[in-house]
């Protein structure tokens, strides 16, 4: 049997691209062809440029500013989370302007004066009693021997010393011109002039007075009365062409002597304790004790040598003699420097970084150098911030060191210098070894 054949099914095809690309085509010729209708375009709408996204060179300034607000913010957080900075920043620099704006005065007044009267009678008297109402000399002390009355000015007890001879009284009764010895310490040259000229104002004020009629007076008819009836001899010591180096240059020693050793012993064991390498000594079997002074041990040798340094520069080359024993020089010279490692040591077991270090050593150092009398006379300022100055090391190395170099003083006339500087030294070595002990423990 055949088979018959299926019938044919016809499909319309699918359309292709082609196709729908045609259909597009006539659409749009087909639309072409109507007559549009003119519709004027629309106004562009307005750009808010506020609103309007900012430029990359306005975002970079905007981060730029966001930082730095950022990091000032910072900063203040860590300025007041540190006590020690604000202290150091608002109560130290209110501190010291007060104390300096009483202590600095360069005005001379009550210059002490030590006076041999040989006299004793009411002109002498009289005349020492002058002296006290001039507002610069300020007697102080009356001796009754040569030695003593030397001795007086080589230790700088006095600075300006009045010796009335026995025939004071006579010559005046008789006369004649009296004269009277006046002794100017020259090793401060703006003191010694002012004192100078203090003498020399009170000579021309009671042979004014003299020269009236009195009991001890010339008379006004006496035509061989001398010009002036009280001749004041003046004698500079010590210094006598008053140059300024030799006053400020024995200063300057103690000045640098004790800055060298503050801040080595200070700055080195801070140092150490930032970087974590004192603990490791705490453990070495050497002992508390060995462990402090090996560490200043070697600042000590450079502290000596630093002391040698500055003293033959002071002699060669600013031409300052040394008129006293450098043997004993060079002893208190170096319990100095031993003082000044014990202040540096305890400088170091207050702070805890460099910086903090540096911040003591300034508000030790800034005192020194005008509370001392390295630049201004001690002898001006008032009481309490004189008694201040006695607890700096360095006021009683200025003292020897002037008194050494400039007076030939001897071990007895610095005596009280000497005490003062060793009870210095005693205190500020006990005062580091227990707290450095105390770290340790």
């Not at 040798?301 to 080359?317: D, Q, S």
């Not at 007895?412 to 005693?426: Q, T």
């Amino acid at each position: 049997r055949a088979l018959a054949p299926e019938p044919l099914e016809v499909r319309a095809d699918r359309a292709d691209l082609e196709d729908v690309f045609v259909a597009l085509t006539r659409a749009s010729d087909a639309g072409a062809r109507a007559v549009p209708e003119l519709v004027e375009p629309a106004p562009p709408e307005p750009v808010d440029t506020l609103s309007a996204a900012p430029t990359p060179h306005a975002r970079v300034r905007m981060r730029l500013l966001a930082g730095l607000a950022a990091v000032f913010l910072k900063e203040l957080v860590h300025v007041r989370r540190e006590r020690s900075t604000l202290f150091f920043l608002f109560v130290i620099p209110v501190l010291q302007t007060i104390l300096f704006g009483y202590a600095i005065r360069t005005e001379v007044e009550h210059v002490p004066t030590v006076v041999f009267d040989l006299d004793g009678r009411t002109p002498a008297l009289e005349l020492s009693e002058a002296l006290e109402n001039t507002g610069v000399l300020d007697v102080t002390e009356r001796v009754h021997d040569q030695e003593s009355f030397d001795q007086a000015l080589r230790s700088a007890r006095a600075k300006v010393g009045v010796r009335i001879p026995p025939e004071y009284s006579d010559d005046l009764l008789a006369g004649r011109a009296a004269s009277v010895q006046v002794l100017i310490d020259g090793s401060d040259s703006s003191l010694a002039t002012q004192a100078l000229q203090a003498t020399k104002l009170l000579a021309l004020t009671r042979s004014l007075e003299l020269r009236g009629d009195g009991p001890f007076g010339f008379g006004t008819g006496a035509s061989s009365a001398p010009e002036l009836a009280i001749d004041v001899r003046p004698r500079l010591l010590f210094n006598p062409d008053l140059d300024s180096a030799h006053f400020f240059v024995p200063g300057l020693v103690g000045i640098i002597l004790q800055l060298v050793t503050l801040f080595l012993t200070a700055f080195a064991l801070a140092r150490e304790k930032e970087a974590g390498t004192l603990e490791q000594l705490f453990v070495t079997p050497v002992g508390r004790g060995g462990l402090v002074f090996g560490k200043l041990a070697p600042y000590a040798l450079l502290g000596g040598i630093e002391a040698v340094l500055v003293f033959a520069v002071m002699t060669f080359v600013f031409g300052v003699p040394i008129r006293g024993e450098l043997g004993l020089l060079l002893a208190l010279a170096g319990l100095f420097v031993l003082c000044g490692l014990a202040l540096g040591l305890f400088v170091s077991t207050l702070a805890r970084t460099q910086l903090q270090a540096m911040q003591f050593a300034f508000v030790i150092m800034l005192p020194s150098v005008l509370l001392s009398g390295f630049l201004f006379p001690r002898a001006e300022m008032p009481l309490a911030i004189k008694a201040l100055s006695y607890c700096l090391p360095v006021t009683y190395f200025v003292e020897i060191l002037r008194g050494v170099v400039l007076r030939g003083a001897s071990a007895a006339d610095l005596s009280g210098s000497i005490v003062g500087l060793s009870a210095c030294a005693a205190i500020l070595i006990t005062l580091s070894l227990l707290r450095f002990k105390k770290q340790l423990d």
